[in-house]
């Protein structure tokens, strides 16, 4: 008669904490560079789906433009405010990740890309850089998010200030919406970052003959919350000019 066959031995429990356990792939120390993402197939996917996505939904441009440009601000703000290039480099990869979750769908698009970046990237980058860039991802909305690092913060600031003509979709003026408008209306938007001073500034050009400051407010109002707090975060205070004029 032969032996009952045993039921496989789980492994024991190595009593190791997170920062001593092996990766169970081995991922390259250095980071992805930006170039590195965007010729990521998947990612250019996940980008491409939430812009149209966003199309579908009315909304203004969402894809590589503002991918990009996150990207580049959230590295621009870290860097000029003296956090390292390492620091400063995830919030270039969460800048420009941050909206992949629109390709599911627009509510809970923070942690819903969160999600879809944990599984694009866990065999690309160590466990500790990819915690923060999940992390700016899933906070980045206002309805669910608050800056919770610097890496989100970054994300958060330059996320909010992309305001820009180029970003409305539609070509007549009469079917615009308050976002159309307030969008199209917007001739510059710069984030001026002032390391000794510890303050970041939007500076917005606005045409007041297609939307008046007062509108701005009217949509913006929470994001700008958000931003004061980020801000803060990154131990600055948050200001807005609009046509010289400081406004906050
Ligand atoms: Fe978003
Ligand atoms: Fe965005």
């Not at 996917?45 to 996505?53: C, E, K, N, Y």
């Amino acid at each position: 008669m032969s032996e009952p066959a045993q039921p496989a031995r789980l492994p024991r429990h190595s009593g190791h904490d997170a920062d001593e356990a092996p990766d169970v792939v081995p991922v390259p120390d250095s980071l992805l560079t930006l170039d590195e993402i965007r010729e990521d197939r998947t990612i250019s996917h996940l980008i491409t789906g939430a812009d149209r996505v966003m199309e579908g939904l009315g909304y203004t441009e969402h894809g590589f433009r503002h991918a990009t440009l996150v990207a580049k601000i959230a590295f621009n703000i870290l860097t000029r405010l003296g956090f390292d290039d390492r620091t400063s480099l995830l919030a270039t990869i969460a800048g420009y990740l941050h909206d992949i979750g629109n390709s599911v769908a627009r509510e809970n698009h923070g942690p819903t890309g969160a999600l879809l970046a944990y599984d694009a990237l866990k065999h690309r980058m160590r466990m500790d850089d990819l915690m923060p860039v999940l992390a700016a991802i899933g906070n980045h909305e206002e309805e669910n998010g608050q800056a919770v690092g610097v890496v989100s913060a970054a994300v958060i600031l330059a996320d909010k200030s992309d305001v820009h003509r180029s970003r409305v979709r539609k070509s007549g003026q009469p079917d615009f919406d308050i976002h159309d408008r307030v969008n199209y209306a917007a001739e510059q938007s710069f984030l001026r970052v002032d390391s000794s001073a510890r303050t970041v500034t939007l500076e917005l050009t606005i045409d007041t003959q297609i939307s008046q400051v007062m509108e701005y407010f009217e949509i913006f109002l929470h994001r700008m919350v958000m931003c004061r707090r980020a801000a803060e975060r990154l131990d600055c205070q948050f200001k807005i000019t609009a046509n010289g004029a400081t406004l906050l």
